[in-house]
C-alpha cells in the first residue's frame, strides 16, 4: 500500500498569509494526487485534482504541486473561511489512501 | 443537478449486517468509477471500496475485504454497499463518491451492543 503523509498535522496562520501543506507519498504516484478541503459535518470538497488541476469554482488562491512522491496545497492570502481540515489523497493506485489531514487555523 | 444521496445507516449490533444505498441525479453511475469512502468519528477520511464504470473491475480495502460487497443498479441509477459481519471498528460516516469530484451528504453507521 502507498503511504500518504502531510505535514504539518495542524497550523495557525493569519488572515492574508501564504500557506503550504505538503503530502510525501512513500513511493512515486506520478500526479494522480488530489487535495480535498473538508469542513466540520461536511463532505469532503474536491479542490485540486492530478496534482494541480484547481477545480471549476475553488478560489484562485488555492494552488498544487508536484509530482512523483512530494506534493505541495498553497493557500495565497488566507481568508477566515479556509479554517478548516486538509486531506490529499493518491488515486494512483489501489488501495486509494489519504493522508492523515492538515488542521489549519486562523489566529 | 449532479448529486449523490445515501442512505440505509443506522444502529446495529456487532455481527450484524446493513445495506447502503446511494441514490444518483443528474449523470449515469454506470458512466463513472464510483467509491465508497469512510470516516469513523473524530478521525481521517478511509477509503472502502471501488467499482470500475464497466463494472469489470471491483476493489476492497483489506478490513472490509469478504465481509463489504459494493454493486450497482443502472437501471435505478443507483450503487450500494452490502455490510456484513459488522464491527465497532466499521462504526463511520459512509460516504460514497464520483471518482473524487462529487460526494453524498454521508450516512452514519453505528454498531454498538
Known amino acids: 500500500d502507498i503511504q500518504m503523509t502531510q505535514s504539518p498535522s495542524s497550523l495557525s496562520a493569519s488572515v492574508g498569509d501564504r500557506v503550504t501543506i505538503a503530502c510525501r507519498a512513500s513511493q512515486s504516484v506520478s500526479s494522480y494526487l488530489n487535495w480535498y478541503q473538508q469542513k466540520p459535518g461536511e463532505a469532503p470538497k474536491l479542490l485540486i485534482s492530478a496534482a494541480s488541476n484547481l477545480q471549476s469554482g475553488v478560489p484562485s488562491r488555492f494552488s498544487g504541486s508536484g509530482s512523483g512522491t512530494d506534493f505541495t496545497l498553497t493557500i495565497s492570502g488566507l481568508q477566515p473561511e479556509d479554517s478548516t481540515t486538509y486531506y490529499c489523497?493518491?488515486?494512483?493506485?489501489?488501495?486509494?489512501?489519504f493522508g492523515q489531514g492538515t488542521k489549519l487555523e486562523i489566529k | 443537478e449532479v448529486q449523490l444521496v445515501e442512505s440505509g445507516g443506522g444502529l446495529v449490533q456487532p455481527g450484524g449486517s446493513l445495506r447502503l444505498s446511494c441514490a444518483a441525479s443528474?449523470?449515469?453511475?454506470?458512466?463513472?468509477?464510483m467509491n465508497w469512502v469512510r470516516q469513523a468519528p473524530g478521525k481521517g477520511l478511509q477509503w472502502v471500496s471501488y467499482?470500475?464504470?464497466?463494472?469489470?473491475?471491483?476493489y476492497y480495502a483489506d478490513s472490509v475485504k469478504g465481509r463489504f460487497t459494493i454493486s450497482r443498479d443502472n437501471a435505478k441509477n443507483s450503487l450500494y454497499l452490502q455490510m456484513n459481519s459488522l464491527r465497532d471498528e466499521d462504526t463511520a460516516v459512509y460516504y460514497c463518491a464520483r471518482a473524487g469530484e462529487i460526494w453524498g451528504q454521508g450516512t452514519l453507521v453505528t454498531v454498538s451492543s
Open positions: 443528474g449523470f449515469s453511475i454506470n458512466t463513472y468509477n
Open positions: 467499482i470500475r464504470s464497466s463494472g469489470s473491475s471491483i
Open positions: 489523497q493518491q488515486s494512483y493506485s489501489v488501495p486509494l489512501t
